[in-house]
C-alpha cells in the first residue's frame, strides 16, 4: 500500500532554534500534502496545504512565516519550525493523498509523526 | 457548532461486546467519509472508508446517512487491541483549495478484559 515517511520521528530543540521536518511519498507520486499539528488529546488540526512547486495553502491563524513549507517535488514535502518556543512542542504530522490526483475520495495516508519538545 | 463531532468518550467496554460510534457533520456538500484509527502517540490509520450503501470490513461495519449527515460506525466481538481513538474524517471539493478534509475529534475505546 502507499506509504508515507517522515523524519525525524522525535526532536529536542532548544528555544530559538529552527527545526526542519520531512515528508516523502515513497512509492506515489503526490501533488499535494497535508501538515497537521496535535496537541495532547485533541484531533487533528490542518495547518497547511503543500502543493507542489506553488506556495502553501496555510489555515487560518497559522503563521506562515514561522511554519515554512517546501514541496520542491512529486514526492517531498517539508515543513520548517523557525524560532521554535516551548508552545511549539507538539506532534507534527503530515499525510498524502494516494488516490488519482485530485480525486477527492482518496484517504489519506499519514507519515508516522515527529514529535517536537522545544526546552 | 464544530464541523464534524463526535462523542469524545471513553467508552468503555467488555471484551466481546459490541460497540457503536457516531460522527455528525455539518457540510451538506461533503463527498467523502472514512474512520481512522489512531493509537496514542501514533499517527492516525485509514480503517475503512464509508460508502453511501454502507460497507462491512470483518468485524466493522459503518454507514452513511446523508438526509440526517451522520456517519457510524459498528465494532462487534470487541478485542482487546480495538482499544484506540476512532477519528470520523469528512471530506468536501473546495473550488479554491480543492480536497479538503475534516476530522473530528475522535473517540476514545478501551476494551477490557
Known amino acids: 500500500g502507499a506509504v508515507v515517511s517522515q523524519h525525524p520521528s522525535r526532536v529536542i530543540c532548544k528555544s530559538g532554534t529552527s527545526v526542519k521536518i520531512e515528508c516523502r511519498s515513497l512509492d506515489f507520486q503526490a501533488t499535494t500534502m497535508f501538515w497537521y499539528r496535535q496537541f495532547p488529546k485533541q484531533s487533528l488540526m490542518l495547518m497547511a496545504t503543500?502543493?507542489?512547486?506553488?506556495?502553501?495553502?496555510?489555515e487560518q491563524g497559522v503563521e506562515k512565516d514561522k511554519f515554512l513549507i517546501n514541496h520542491a517535488s512529486l514526492t517531498l514535502s517539508t515543513l520548517t519550525v523557525t524560532s521554535a518556543h516551548p508552545e511549539d512542542s507538539s506532534f507534527y504530522i503530515c499525510?498524502?493523498?494516494?488516490?488519482?490526483?485530485?480525486?477527492?475520495?482518496?484517504?489519506?495516508?499519514f507519515g508516522n509523526g515527529t514529535r517536537l519538545t522545544v526546552t | 457548532r464544530k464541523e464534524v463531532e463526535q462523542d469524545p468518550g471513553p467508552f468503555n467496554v467488555p471484551e466481546g461486546a459490541t460497540v457503536a460510534f457516531n460522527c455528525t457533520y455539518s457540510?451538506?456538500?461533503?463527498?467523502?467519509f472514512f474512520w481512522y484509527r489512531q493509537d496514542c502517540r501514533k499517527e492516525p490509520k485509514l480503517l475503512m472508508s464509508?460508502?453511501?450503501s454502507g460497507n462491512e470490513d470483518g468485524r466493522f461495519t459503518a454507514q452513511l446517512n446523508r438526509a440526517s449527515q451522520y456517519i457510524s460506525l459498528l465494532i462487534r466481538d470487541s478485542k482487546l487491541s480495538d482499544s484506540a481513538t476512532y477519528l470520523c474524517?469528512?471530506?468536501?471539493?473546495?473550488?479554491?483549495?480543492?480536497?479538503?478534509?475534516?476530522f473530528g475529534g475522535g473517540t476514545r475505546l478501551m476494551v477490557k478484559p
Open positions: 464509508v460508502y453511501s
Open positions: 457540510n451538506s456538500a461533503s463527498q467523502s
Open positions: 499525510s498524502a493523498r494516494s488516490g488519482q490526483l485530485g480525486k477527492y475520495n482518496s484517504p489519506l495516508h
Open positions: 503543500s502543493n507542489e512547486g506553488s506556495k502553501a495553502t496555510y
Open positions: 474524517v469528512v471530506g468536501f471539493m473546495n473550488n479554491n483549495a480543492g480536497n479538503m478534509l475534516t
